[in-house]
């Protein structure tokens, strides 16, 4: 109502002067000031009339809807007419006009008005209005049509301005030369309005002709105008080419970090992808910090295990120490500049007062005031930049670091450490270290900044400062015992978090297994026990955390208390400048304080990391003097051992291999062959130099190529697998697939060679991946070659294939080593080593050896005894038969026989059909879009207890707010301004009142820092156990799909953001809203006024909040994704690492981790530069607000407001920007933070299995008692959208009978074993056990029914008896009696811990073969009635593979047994066996019928393997 009656009162006053005028002088009147501004706020009024009608007149026509050309114009007039520049340029006019307007408005309302200043008043603000919607008017205009240049209502206005602004200009100077006195920002505001006029004027009419050209050219320039199909796809992605344009930015550019606009202008246009983030200067990125940071390592003489914590500190702080020296200044500058303002309160409130030093006293003040915020908010922004600089940079150094050595741990000392441990170095521990750059310069600032306090309360309040000193001091000792605590808890938080990661990453790698026994809920149950003991160590933690938080809340409160009591003691006058100054002083004095326990914390958990990361560094690496290595061509002598003993274990009296005389000479063929655990794979491993040498010598001449017996495939392309760094020769890269039979796999595959595998090669058979080690192992063209076993893991047929041409042919001329079991391969060597308890036992040619002694006898007796059961297969007819059989099975097996049918038979038809479906079987990990859902925030905080305890907190904080205001109120009303003024109270009731409200906002505190601290602990600990149950009762197929390192980084980097940082972080956002709404109050009691520049400021805020959140969000979901492939590449590097080193690869692998370090590092810069850049703005905003505040208190006149209060405004706007870019920063940072949930979410969501027990359908307890297995019509595929791969079998397997199922690669077999333990559901027909459909029946009880020997024999971290019986149901003595079956008794006897003994992660301390007969005896104890071997004896030489189908035939001679074999031994004494063929039952008989019938398939089969056994490849 007031605002109206003045404007009506500026225009009767107008027209009144206008008309009065005219009566007059003719032109006098038009040289009045009141006519020339009241003539351009009439014009501005007729302009904003017209631009409101324009946009009436717009809203009723009907919109045409304009084509996908204009728009694509439309882009490119933007940059033609210099579109951006005239918005800023209008924008930047009207904010001029406001300034001036506010400005004036303060000045006058101090001095008087008159009608002239209303006038121009009123001139002011149509201005701003005027241009602000000229503004709005462009933006929207060219956002609307797609005209090629500005409307002519602009161009028209824009001249118009120009003349007006000319002709004011003109009079101002006429009347400054007639000595009319002016004020001053008339001048000032036509100046401006004339050089805008000029520019405008230049764009609307000049600029325009070179628009209009440029148009003309535009499509022939590009040869096609349409240029992109929408804003977001016309912006490039050049991110990932160049180089972030910090490295190149100017001072200001740096200043004002301008340098991350582009940036975050892409991301409001697009979600920002990895391509668009740049890359990182040289001096950031791993690639060139890692160099100078090892110098300096080295240069503090620290070389091999000479790693100390101490010499870690310094390198890493001699590599980064210009940043430091900055940000020490930075943060210096800062400290001083934040302490001007408490030091000059107490003269602004005696300035109120009336206390006047000297003229103009007042705007120096505001001056001096503004400009330290100016340099608080620029040191501050920078110096937090760089502290982060230097963390992403510290982290990044240590990463490659741990990755460095992890290369070259020796197996001594991976054995203990697990590589979950491994990778917690990396993602704990370096992140932890990289963090602590935040609270780098702490300990000294603190120093600074008391020190600055005391100075600054010695002037006000003189000894009693002593009082603050003490009472300081006392605070921060008694945060000693508290840290103490704290450290001794974060260790123990840290080790069991080793604990819990190291058994989920076992467990997630053979998940398939536990299923497959119906064990992972007793799996799980473990991980919730080590869950247990880290949230006993966690709650400790955090109730630590928050009784620290409750001292250093109460702190200020105990120092303003100890100090003023101290002045109330030494009768000093307290005045409320000087009280005001205090308060202002222990507000900034509170932040170190309140940061203390932080630091130290942090402090503590640093030191934690540096001695754990230290302590790995000191780790022994691989013996380096093993091999002697000598030049390529210099010696006739591949490989010289002379006198060699060798032990996995230099402590232990019992040596692996002893006495190893060995001399190959290039080009020999040399085989390996012994029982399980001979020491077979140890000589080949001390070849590889791996075993620590004891004594004697080893040399090699010529490089080295490794096969390893358990595959190890990186996750990746075919192509990349085979290659492994050579450049491809596609001649000889065609001639390896044919001879390693990958040609037929590749093009089943429907990418080919491009195919992209799963983690550990989850979507290849074990036959694939064996084949493709070898086809790596070959493209290499080395000079020696090891083969672990590689034929026991494909069929027959396809083994004595690839011996043919790979180890007889390809390799005809090269050195080969090769262990084998299969005694058929033994004759083609030129020199056989027989191997028992780790001696060579004999050696020489297959002839000399063979009646030469025992131990290679029995070998070879083992495989006679095993062909025996060929006997009856008459040998004339089938070698007529053996030609046309292998011509009629070429066409289907020739190239993709050896798929072994380990897990996925199918993977080939699967990849097809999801080519169309969705692509390759290994996704890009998902990630959110957009915004984070507030369901994702109303969850967490509704979690524990419902979110009941989320009012109790908010209510403790807001009752602490009110408290502490209501103390400061207190101080600053009750005690008198200056020393002549009588005080309101007496000096006790002043301390008394103020005590007790000050003690009780700090009980709110504990009460507020406990309740969350509850609710954060219960709410990690829900989502902690439902994320993992979802997990565990996910179907097999999400394992398949999903790489480990996704789930591992949730379950250890999103759960540790869940325990110890997001609980924090809701409760910092809620807090700081309550402070800001504080100080809003408290300033708005003061001057409502205020409130005139506080609106728009808050809007620009949230306007530059809304512009910012796009790119941060995306950012930090980039940072959450590209985390994944550091951890993944890193924990394959760790367990291929002997194949890595075996072909000197390990340059190559470091620079890849490199490469994704930096991709990781990439976000996480810029993330770090967009806070910045927000937070900056923010900061001058709020700077601006309090200097409006400033100016308008010195405007009022004196008396009109209590000075105290007044004060108490001022301490509080202080405080107003770091508040205010807290608020912003902590809604940003919880968006960011927030992900974690969001993440941890998605995998409370998967779909589940059918459930694992149906209680109102359970079998009986002696189901199944026959065992008959009854397959009626069975049809599965293993999607909805892919083809059948069983395609309708109909059989039964005989209760108590042997059935053998034999079929080539892709014809189903695995494929039925998974569908009998429901690994994969039916799509049609049933499998019914003894009568009882499957489907029925819970996963558990079917599974823990049925027994299986899987192909990849599994063994888990803990002992023998864990390992044997992990449900805990049987006694020792079953135990003991199940091993002695398996034939593994007398070896665990000879063990000091009996059964007790331990087992290493993935059983690395047992071999292949002595891992699989701890399965056998798994199945010995279940003593099921359906027993299934999948491959079970491929890792076991023939006489062990007697020795467990004997055991077999002797303890399960009444139950049903279902073998899948390619050794035709194993299924040669079957009761029945089944031909598979393409999904479909080709035979089905028992094997004397079969063979009967000379032309059956399976008559085929055997007469292959028999050819080939009794063949002896020899040259």
């Given amino acids: 109502m007031l605002l109206f009656d003045s404007a009506k009162h500026v225009l009767l006053t107008f027209f009144t002067h206008s008309s009065s005028a005219l009566m007059y002088s003719g032109t006098d009147f038009l040289l009045k000031p009141v006519f020339v501004r009241g003539f351009s706020a009439s014009l501005h009024l007729v302009l904003l009339l017209v631009l409101f009608l324009s946009w009436v007149w717009k809203k009723l026509r009907v919109s045409v809807s304009r084509s996908s050309v204009e728009s694509k114009e439309r882009l490119k007039n933007r940059g033609v007419l210099w579109y951006k520049l005239t918005f800023v340029c209008c924008l930047g006019v009207s904010v001029f006009n406001l300034v001036f307007c506010l400005l004036s408005y303060f000045y006058w309302y101090r001095n008087g008005w008159s009608d002239e200043k209303l006038v121009t008043l009123f001139d002011f603000v149509l201005r701003t209005l005027g241009w602000g919607a000229i503004s709005v008017y462009l933006h929207t205009h060219f956002l609307n049509t797609a005209e090629q240049k500005f409307p002519l209502l602009l161009r028209v206005w824009w001249g118009s301005y120009m003349s007006v602004s000319c002709y004011c200009l003109v009079i101002d100077i006429v009347l400054c030369k007639n000595h009319v006195s002016l004020p001053i920002q008339y001048l000032v505001s036509d100046v401006v309005s004339v050089i805008g006029g000029f520019f405008f004027c230049y764009l609307g009419f000049v600029k325009r002709r070179e628009g209009e050209d440029t148009l003309l050219q535009e499509p022939l320039l590009n040869g096609n105008s349409n240029v992109s199909d929408d804003v977001g796809s016309s912006i490039k992605s050049k991110g990932a080419d160049n180089v972030t344009p910090y490295s190149n930015a100017g001072l200001f550019c740096l200043f004002t970090f301008s340098w991350m606009g582009s940036l975050i202008a892409v991301g409001n246009k697009k979600t920002l992808d990895l391509e668009d983030v740049p890359q990182l200067d040289n001096a950031d990125s791993v690639v060139g910090a890692f160099p100078i940071f090892r110098s300096k390592l080295q240069a503090e003489g620290c070389v091999g295990s000479g790693v100390t914590t101490l010499k870690l500190v310094k390198a890493l702080v001699w590599s980064a120490w210009k940043e430091i020296l900055i940000t020490g200044l930075l943060a210096l500058l800062y400290t001083i500049a934040s302490y001007v303002g408490p030091y000059l309160i107490d003269t602004f409130v005696q300035y109120l007062n009336g206390k006047r030093e000297f003229e103009n006293e007042g705007f120096v003040l505001v001056s001096v005031f503004f400009f330290a915020k100016l340099v608080e908010c620029l040191s501050r922004r920078n110096w937090f930049f760089r502290l982060q600089q230097v963390g992403i940079r510290i982290r990044a150094v240590l990463v490659a670091m741990v990755y460095n050595k992890g290369l070259t741990l020796s197996c001594q000392s991976k054995q203990g450490h697990s590589s979950g441990e491994i990778i917690n170095f990396m993602t704990v ?67 069991s978090k080793d604990k819990r990661m190291k058994t989920t990453s076992e467990i997630l790698r053979n998940m398939r297994i536990l299923k497959l026994q119906g064990w992972e809920m007793k799996f799980l149950s473990k991980i919730v026990e080590l869950r247990k003991s880290e949230a006993g160590w966690l709650k400790k933690y955090v109730y630590t955390s928050a009784m620290t938080s409750f001292v250093f809340w109460g702190a200020p409160t105990f120092v303003s208390v100890a100090t003023f009591g101290a002045c109330t003691l030494l009768g000093i006058p307290l005045e409320s400048g000087k009280i005001l100054s205090a308060l202002a002083t222990f507000r900034i004095l509170q932040e170190p304080i309140y940061n203390l326990p932080d630091t130290i914390s942090m402090i503590i958990q640093t030191k934690v990391s540096l001695d754990r990361i230290a302590s790995f560094l000191c780790l022994d690496d691989l013996q380096t003097d093993v091999i002697e290595v000598q030049p390529r061509g210099s010696s006739d002598t591949a490989i010289d051992i002379v006198d060699a003993n060798f032990s996995w274990d230099i ?52 490089t080295k190529a490794y096969v ?74 080395a000079d020696i070659y090891l083969f672990d076993d590689p034929f026991s893991a494909v069929d027959a047929h396809t083994g004595s294939h690839l011996f043919k041409e790979v180890l007889l042919g390809a390799l005809n001329s090269k050195t080969v080593v090769y262990v084998t079991h299969q005694v058929e391969f033994l004759p083609a060597a030129d020199l056989i080593l027989v191997m028992k308890d780790g001696k060579i036992t004999q050696a020489g040619k297959y002839t000399e050896i063979l009646n030469s002694g025992t131990d290679f006898m029995e070998l070879v007796g083992a495989h006679k005894q095993a062909l ?18 292998k011509e009629s099975c070429s066409a289907s097996s020739n190239g993709g026989v050896a798929k072994n049918e380990k897990h996925q038979d199918v993977q080939n038809d699967k990849a097809n059909d999801v080519a169309e479906a969705k692509g390759q079987l290994v996704q890009e990990e998902e990630r959110e879009k957009g915004r984070v859902g507030f369901s994702v925030y109303w969850k967490y905080i509704t979690t524990a207890y419902g979110g009941a305890l989320v009012p109790f907190i908010l209510l403790a904080q807001i009752l602490f707010q009110i408290l502490q205001i209501g103390s400061n109120y207190w101080m600053a009303w009750a005690t008198p301004v200056s020393e002549d003024a009588k005080s309101p109270v007496g000096g006790s009731t002043l301390i008394i009142v103020y005590v007790a409200l000050s003690v009780g906002s700090s009980f709110c505190i504990l009460g507020r820092a406990t309740l969350l ?52 972080q809701v409760g910092a956002f809620a807090f700081s809203m309550i402070q800001l709404l504080g100080i809003i109050i408290v300033m708005s009691q003061v001057a409502w006024q205020v409130f005139l520049v506080f609106i728009p400021v808050i809007a620009t805020s949230i306007w530059y909040q809304q512009y910012y959140i796009p790119s941060a969000r995306e950012l930090s979901r980039l940072v959450g994704v590209s985390k994944a492939p550091v951890i993944q590449h890193f924990a394959e590097t760790i367990s291929g690492s002997t194949t890595i080193r075996s072909f000197d690869q390990e340059t190559r692998f470091r620079d890849t981790n490199m490469k994704l370090n930096d991709a990781y590092s990439r976000p996480k810069f810029h993330i770090a530069g967009a806070m910045e850049w927000l937070c900056f703005r923010l900061d001058m905003l709020s700077s601006i607000t309090f200097a409006f505040s400033l100016i308008f208190l010195i405007s009022i006149p004196k008396g009109l407001i209590d000075p105290a209060i007044a004060g108490l405004a001022v301490t509080y706007g202080l405080n107003l920007n770091t508040l205010q870019a807290w608020v912003i920063w902590n809604l940003c940072n919880l968006e960011n933070k927030i992900i974690s949930v969001e993440r941890i979410l998605q995998y409370t969501c998967i779909p589940s299995e059918p459930p694992l027990v149906l209680e109102e359908n359970r079998p009986k307890r002696s189901w199944p008692s026959h065992g008959e297995v009854d397959i009626c019509g069975l049809q599965v595929r293993y999607a909805p959208q892919m083809p059948l791969v069983l395609r309708g079998l109909t059989c039964t397997f005989p209760g108590g009978m042997k059935t053998g199922i034999v079929g080539r690669t892709g014809s189903g077999k695995s494929t039925l074993i998974q569908t009998l333990f429901r690994i994969v559901e039916p799509a049609a027909g049933q499998i019914m056990i003894d009568g009882i459909n499957i489907l029925s029946i819970g996963l558990h009880d079917l599974r823990s029914r049925l027994s299986i020997i899987p192909q990849d024999p599994t063994m888990f971290e803990g002992t023998v008896r864990s390992n044997l019986d992990p449900l805990e149901e049987y006694t020792d003595e079953e135990i003991w009696e199940a091993l002695d079956k398996s034939q593994l008794g007398d070896e665990v006897r000879k063990k000091e811990e009996k059964l007790d003994s331990k087992v290493t992660e993935n059983g690395e301390n047992w071999s292949m073969g002595q891992r699989q007969l701890v399965c056998l005896g798994r199945v010995l104890l279940k003593k099921s009635k359906v027993l299934v071997l999948d491959e079970a004896t491929a890792s076991v030489d023939t006489a062990t593979d007697n020795l467990i189908q004997q055991t077999l035939r002797q303890h399960f001679s009444d139950c049903t047994v279902i073998t899948i074999a390619h050794r035709i031994t194993s299924v040669i004494d079957s009761d029945m066996v089944l031909l598979l063929n393409n999904g479909l039952i080709e035979e089905y008989d028992s094997p004397s019928k079969l063979l009967e019938n000379k032309s059956s398939s399976f008559a085929q089969l055997v007469a292959e393997y028999s050819v080939r056994s009794n063949s002896s490849f020899e040259k």
């Fill in 429 to 495: 521990d370096a992140e932890r270290v990289g963090d602590f750059s935040w609270y780098m310069h702490d300990l000294w600032i603190v120093l600074v900044q008391v020190a600055l306090a005391l100075v600054i309360l010695y002037k006000n309040l003189g000894l009693a400062s002593i009082a603050t000193l003490l009472a300081t001091i006392i605070v921060m000792l008694a945060n000693f015992p508290l840290g103490r605590l704290q450290e001794k808890f974060q260790d123990k938080l840290m080790e």
């Fill in 651 to 702: 402590s232990s009296p019992n040596q692996t291999l002893r006495d190893i005389n060995l001399k190959v000479f290039h080009g020999m063929r040399v085989a390996v062959c012994g029982t399980v655990g001979s020491g077979k794979s140890s000589l080949l491993s001390c070849i590889l130099g791996e075993v620590p040498k004891i004594s004697g010598n080893l040399k090699l001449c010529g």
């Fill in 708 to 781: 390893a017996q358990s595959p190890w495939i990186q996750s990746g392309k075919i192509e990349d697998n085979i290659l492994f760094g050579k450049e491809m020769d596609r001649e000889r890269y065609d001639r390896v697939l044919e001879a390693c039979s990958l040609k037929k796999d590749l093009e089943i595959l429907s990418f080919g060679d491009q195919t992209v595998i799963g983690e550990r090669g989850i979507n290849l058979s074990g036959g694939q991946k064996q084949r493709i080690q070898i086809a790596r192992a070959l493209y290499q063209d």
């Fill in 868 to 885: 025996s059961a060929l006997d009856s297969i008459e040998d004339g007819p089938v070698s007529e038969k053996i030609s046309t059989s």
């Fill in 1013 to 1064: 601290v509850t609710a954060g602990y219960k709410t990690a600990s829900i989502l902690f156990n439902k994320m993992h149950l979802c997990i565990f009762h996910a179907p097999m197929s999400f394992f398949d799909a999903t790489p480990s390192g996704r789930i591992i980084n949730r379950a250890s980097t999103d759960q540790s953001a869940l325990d110890m940082n997001i609980p924090y």
